[in-house]
């Protein structure tokens, strides 16, 4: 492959990843208030996988009962180490709406998909004969997730279409605004974790939405591992057909979404509801974690042919969502192009100086699709934290930021390679905290 012809193919996917931003920015910032609706009108679960989690799941018991008192919490224990399931049983001694699902070895720790799977048949099992089940509605929250306290609402209101199946919220960080210093770290690593931390957030609640509002427009909302809602009918239907809910691949919540279109559902994304997470302050965990997104993202190029044949999606639909399970594939091209201009013009005759022209052209191409959404976030997000110079520089944040994806795809494709398919957990920080004062072990 001859260099103008890589120049030219790294243009084009340039070109096309602009046009996509632009795609993704204008119904973002055209958002219009989503519907509400009575939550009593519908029974909801909680679904809450855990593995070791006995560091943040108090917590997140207390805080889902206290806020959702008519709600199920459904704590899925796989098989874990620590005090996880001795936490969610004194939960449930007193709180007839806390149910464990506990799971042993060898059945258990076969990725989250399959411990999603076993609450399903145990919720199935609870529910009565005369309950509707399309007027049940099943979420899931990881371990460490708050619900917005007036989320329920906004969900019900998604819900109130008979046409939606499931319901993405919107996911914020819980410790963007926390400055802490992490036990064991200097001034300077706490100060990048710090960095890491509001630019999950602002990549959550800007870039990701954006993604989200496109969807919207093309029917292909997908569905998140956290603060994702579904019709009990819904998972009921895709088991039918495929036999579980759930499935194997890494990314089993953008699964489950293409299975709920599949079935000829609508998903809706709400803006005007969250859950809020925990960011990782650290890039090692963070890599990680975005490894196994990434190469659950590769896994699902696998339903193209179904997708492509399907008489629930559009064009529109088509074009977005092989758009998303190729973007691996021209990332990994993407750093192929680079990797080999950069050879050559080393190895090449000297050249002059870029010209301003070709200055202006780096940064219209390489800087500005990202460095957008600094701004976005400062005014819509975090108004009172920064004025625009705050924008501006967090937006050429997010640009150096997203370079980590360039190691989780690398580390994805030869993960693929190798065959190694299974699901590794991340540590939570305050397990993190907990380890590192009792000096039983360091950061992995």
Known sequence: MTLALLNALATAMAVAFIAYVAFILVPFLRHTPDPVADPEAFQFHFLVPCRDEDAVIGATITTARTRFPSAHLWVIDDASEDATRDIVLEAARTDPRIHLVARSL???????????NAAYRQLLESIGPG?????????????DGELDPDALPVVAGAFEDPRVGATQVTVWMKNRADPTPLPGRGRWRNRFGHWLVTMQDLEFRTVIAGMQSLRARTGTVGLGGNGQFARLSTLQRIAERNGTPWHGALLEDYELGLHVLLAGYRIRHVYDAHVSQEALPSLRRLITQRTRWAQGNIQCLRYTPRIIASPHFSTAGVLEAMYYLLLPYFQLIGIGAVVTLTVSSFLGPATEAPGPGQVAALFVFALLPFAVWGPVYRARCEPGRGGALSGVLLGIGLWAYVFYMYVCILRAFVRLALRRNGWSKTRR???RVGRVRGSVAVER
């Open 131 to 143: 309950t509707d089940p399309d007027r049940v509605i099943v979420g899931v929250v990881d371990a």
């Open 429 to 431: 920080n305050a397990e």
């Open 106 to 116: 060898p059945d258990a720790r076969r990725g989250k998909g399959d411990a999603l």
